[in-house]
């Protein structure tokens, strides 16, 4: 296993033991089913005690794999299948050694941080390629078969868990668990597009060969030069475009302000970006 690899199966670890400190710490003991294979798990638990989360978990996985394999080909990459077999020992190993018990008893304080920490740990999962399966691959069948967008079935899945558990843990810990799924949903591209935020940056400086020097030299990040004409000059000039992370940016800000204190700087920003020297294009 190379670095890159190395990193990547670490920072997915991290994120599945996030997860499956939120199922034990808050939803489980708090008989709150966000959704999910997790969500499905607890209202199974409930009903039947003597079955693990984590045990039902790994099976409720191997079995989706097994549909997906047999009905839509399966095309999940072995980061994708680490996480959510990953996912499910993590939640058996607290479960077997650690005795878990709710942080709070208080529904809607274990919702809303339940939900902040599965969420961190899933976009983190989701920022390196791979996801935790479970309702994705139902999602997929559901799309296959009946033709029904990925998303809209995402939400048909969750929200037929969470329903569910209104039959199982009444009406209140049911609508917090919708209340969760709606909480997620939104915080999972909350923190996805915070890892992935880059700077969308145009310069218009007299000095643009010093600067694009100091961008590709010091930073090591490419540029692009655009032709354009001042609207009210009528002068030829060259705007400097490139796209860097935060700390380049600030860099880039105070050579800039040094150089040129006349330059003019426009600053956007990226929610990802794809690409040489940034996030792979391929996905496993």
Not at 54 to 77: E, H, K, S, W
């Amino acid at each position: 296993m190379n670095k890159l690899n190395f990193k990547e199966y670490s920072l997915i670890t991290f994120g599945i033991i996030l997860v499956a400190i939120s199922v034990e710490y808050f939803f489980s003991p708090n008989n709150l089913a966000a959704g999910g294979v997790t969500g499905l798990a607890i209202l199974v638990n409930a009903i039947i005690p003597r079955l693990s989360v984590g045990f039902i978990t790994l099976i409720v996985n191997i079995i989706l794999f097994l549909l997906a394999f047999a009905l839509i080909g399966g095309n999940f990459g072995g980061k994708t299948i680490y996480a959510s077999i990953g996912l499910s020992a993590i939640i058996w190993i607290i479960e077997k050694f650690f005795s878990p018990i709710a942080i709070t008893t208080d529904l809607l304080m274990a919702s809303f941080f339940g939900s902040i920490i599965s969420a961190v740990g899933m976009a983190i999962v989701f920022n390196q390629n791979a996801s935790t399966g479970g309702t994705d691959i139902l999602a997929k069948l559901l799309n296959k078969f009946f033709h029904i967008d990925i998303g809209k079935s995402l939400l048909i899945v969750d929200f037929a868990i969470t329903l569910a558990s209104i039959s199982v843990f009444g009406i209140d810990a049911g609508l917090y668990a919708m209340f969760s799924v709606i909480l997620l949903g939104v915080l999972v591209d909350r923190f996805i597009g915070g890892f992935n935020s880059c700077k969308s940056i145009f310069i218009i400086s007299k000095k643009n060969k010093s600067i694009s020097d100091f961008i590709m030299r010091e930073l090591d990040r490419g540029c692009t030069l655009l032709k354009s004409t001042g609207a009210y000059t009528k002068e030829n000039k060259e705007i400097i475009y490139t796209v860097l992370s935060r700390n380049e940016f600030i860099k880039l800000k105070i050579f800039i302000k040094k150089l040129d204190s006349r330059a003019f700087i426009t600053v956007g920003e990226v929610q990802e970006v794809l690409g040489e020297g940034f996030g792979n294009l391929d996905e496993e």
